[in-house]
């Protein structure tokens, strides 16, 4: 390779925006573009002629699953090696592409682009932590419509909570009720006989469970502390002791076991209070809470608004939080309104009475609306309505989504769709002859 080449390679690397060099077979640095300033903090010229391996990653030879020993061996391109490098706690995508071009030592000439895709690992990874949160609260949940004894429900939670892969936790853990002044033993996984004798009752204020009652907040030891009440043969341990908290006060607490040493995390902490709700609900229903409520709980979990109106007079009965929410109102407002005020497609009484009768007709139909917030705007919802006969009166069971999101992408690939179709006709028309 000729210096005036290497000049024009240099020229072309520098203009992108991650490091880029070109190396050797013998992992010797032969380019390397301006970027390199910024990750490595050295000129591209001083580290030009030297080994890779020593002067990007601190080692005597190439590191295991080096893609440039990879694409030798293999003698094709190898693209987008993900890897992490310690030093800086970052993610980067390396990729090794073949040239036909030789050093002036014969040797073959290979380009290295390395990206930072930290950022982009770290959405990844949010988004599937977040996917995972949902999957266990919607299995909870799932546990909590079950129509079993309570011990059992607490059981199938506890198990639920134990198997998620991110939450660093021994398999123990136990659920406490509020009896009187102390906290009842109700249901355990993996505790021994002399745990369970030991925790059988705990008065308020004794050991994290009982602090976790008094206080009203999460009670979290990372190692065996002075709260902790000792007993023979206790392993070193942690805990997160989450309170049960209702409308009438803390009636429980969910004791989680850590390995001794846990870090505390705050989305850790998020979680088990979501845990901690629906937990609640379940307790709250197997001691006769009304079923409309842990319903209602349910309902206003929701991403989707879901209302049910009066047949005859258009009002609304009832809906979930998402609906009054979503739509500026506070739930007793919305009680007062009819469906003509929030709804562009029916827009007086004549069109609800059209409306509900059509729906009485079919059972159930779908289609597309604009619903109009408190403050006079709107968004596109798809809806279902659902006719429901009881006794002698007639309701209508809705559910909305904000199909925002959808109409804003299929106006991207119309206007995409449509600049192509004028390029298209330009390129006809300029080959049309005159």
Same mark, same amino acid.
């Given at each position: 390779?000729?210096?005036?080449?290497?000049?024009?390679?240099?020229?072309?690397?520098?203009?992108?925006?991650?490091?880029?060099?070109?190396?050797?077979?013998?992992?010797?640095?032969?380019?390397?573009?301006?970027?390199?300033?910024?990750?490595?903090?050295?000129?591209?010229?001083?580290?030009?002629?030297?080994?890779?391996?020593?002067?990007?990653?601190?080692?005597?030879?190439?590191?295991?699953?080096?893609?440039?020993?990879?694409?030798?061996?293999?003698?094709?391109?190898?693209?987008?090696?993900?890897?992490?490098?310690?030093?800086?706690?970052?993610?980067?995508?390396?990729?090794?592409?073949?040239?036909?071009? +030789?050093? #002036?030592?014969?040797?073959?000439?290979?380009?290295? $682009?390395?990206?930072?895709?930290?950022?982009? !690992? =770290?959405?990844? %990874?949010?988004?599937?932590?977040?996917?995972?949160?949902?999957?266990?609260?919607?299995?909870?949940?799932?546990?909590?419509?079950?129509?079993?004894?309570?011990?059992?429900?607490?059981?199938?939670?506890?198990?639920?909570?134990?198997?998620?892969?991110?939450?660093?936790?021994?398999?123990?853990?136990?659920?406490?009720?509020?009896?009187?002044?102390?906290?009842?033993?109700?249901?355990?996984?993996?505790?021994?006989?002399?745990?369970?004798?030991?925790?059988?009752?705990?008065?308020?204020?004794?050991?994290?469970?009982?602090?976790?009652?008094?206080?009203?907040?999460?009670?979290?030891?990372?190692?065996?502390?002075?709260?902790?009440?000792?007993?023979?043969?206790?392993?070193?341990?942690?805990?997160?002791?989450?309170?049960? +908290?209702? #409308?009438?006060?803390?009636?429980?607490?969910?004791? $989680?076991?850590?390995?001794?040493?846990?870090? !505390? =995390?705050?989305? %850790?902490?998020?979680?088990?209070?979501?845990?901690?709700?629906?937990?609640?609900?379940?307790?709250?229903?197997?001691?006769?809470?009304?079923?409309?409520?842990?319903?209602?709980?349910?309902?206003?979990?929701?991403?989707?608004?879901?209302?049910?109106?009066?047949?005859?007079?258009?009002?609304?009965?009832?809906?979930?939080?998402?609906?009054?929410?979503?739509?500026?109102?506070?739930?007793?407002?919305?009680?007062?309104?009819?469906?003509?005020?929030?709804?562009?497609?029916?827009?007086?009484?004549?069109?609800?009475?059209?409306?509900?009768?059509?729906?009485?007709?079919?059972?159930?139909?779908?289609?597309?609306?604009?619903?109009?917030?408190?403050?006079?705007?709107?968004?596109?919802?798809?809806?279902?309505?659902?006719?429901?006969?009881?006794?002698?009166?007639?309701?209508?069971?809705?559910?909305?989504?904000?199909?925002?999101?959808?109409?804003?992408?299929?106006?991207?690939?119309?206007?995409?769709?449509?600049?192509?179709?004028?390029?298209?006709?330009?390129?006809?028309?300029?080959?049309?002859?005159?």
């Amino acid at each position: 390779m000729q210096e005036t080449d290497l000049t024009t390679a240099r020229a072309l690397l520098d203009t992108l925006p991650f490091y880029a060099m070109l190396v050797d077979s013998d992992h010797h640095i032969v380019v390397a573009n301006k970027a390199v300033l910024g990750k490595l903090g050295r000129e591209p010229s001083a580290i030009e002629g030297t080994y890779c391996p020593l002067t990007v990653h601190g080692l005597d030879q190439p590191f295991p699953g080096c893609p440039l020993e990879e694409s030798i061996a293999r003698g094709c391109t190898v693209a987008d090696t993900e890897m992490f490098d310690e030093r800086y706690g970052l993610w980067f995508a390396s990729s090794i592409y073949p040239t036909e071009y +030789r050093t #002036s030592k014969d040797r073959q000439i290979f380009i290295h $682009l390395v990206r930072d895709i930290t950022a982009a !690992r =770290r959405s990844e %990874e949010s988004l599937q932590h977040n996917l995972q949160v949902q999957e266990v609260l919607a299995s909870l949940l799932r546990i909590s419509l079950l129509d079993v004894p309570l011990h059992d429900q607490l059981r199938l939670l506890l198990n639920e909570i134990q198997s998620v892969p991110w939450l660093t936790l021994q398999s123990k853990g136990a659920v406490f009720l509020v009896e009187g002044d102390a906290l009842t033993l109700k249901a355990h996984n993996g505790l021994t006989e002399l745990v369970v004798a030991g925790c059988a009752r705990v008065p308020l204020g004794q050991c994290h469970c009982g602090a976790a009652a008094e206080s009203g907040l999460i009670q979290f030891a990372d190692h065996l502390d002075e709260r902790h009440t000792p007993y023979e043969g206790m392993l070193p341990h942690g805990h997160y002791c989450v309170p049960l +908290r209702s #409308s009438n006060g803390i009636i429980g607490v969910l004791c $989680l076991y850590l390995p001794d040493g846990h870090e !505390r =995390r705050e989305g %850790e902490e998020d979680f088990l209070k979501s845990v901690a709700g629906i937990l609640t609900g379940i307790v709250e229903k197997a001691q006769g809470a009304e079923k409309t409520r842990l319903l209602r709980e349910l309902l206003d979990h929701s991403n989707e608004a879901i209302f049910v109106i009066d047949a005859a007079s258009g009002r609304f009965v009832d809906a979930n939080k998402h609906t009054w929410s979503s739509l500026g109102y506070d739930l007793e407002e919305l009680l007062n309104l009819s469906m003509p005020t929030i709804s562009a497609a029916i827009q007086d009484d004549a069109a609800w009475s059209a409306a509900s009768a059509q729906t009485r007709e079919l059972g159930h139909i779908t289609g597309e609306d604009d619903h109009r917030r408190k403050d006079g705007t709107t968004f596109p919802v798809e809806v279902d309505v659902v006719s429901v006969d009881r006794g002698d009166s007639q309701y209508i069971l809705g559910i909305a989504r904000d199909i925002t999101e959808r109409k804003n992408a299929e106006g991207r690939v119309t206007d995409t769709l449509t600049k192509l179709k004028r390029s298209l006709d330009g390129i006809i028309q300029a080959w049309r002859p005159l």
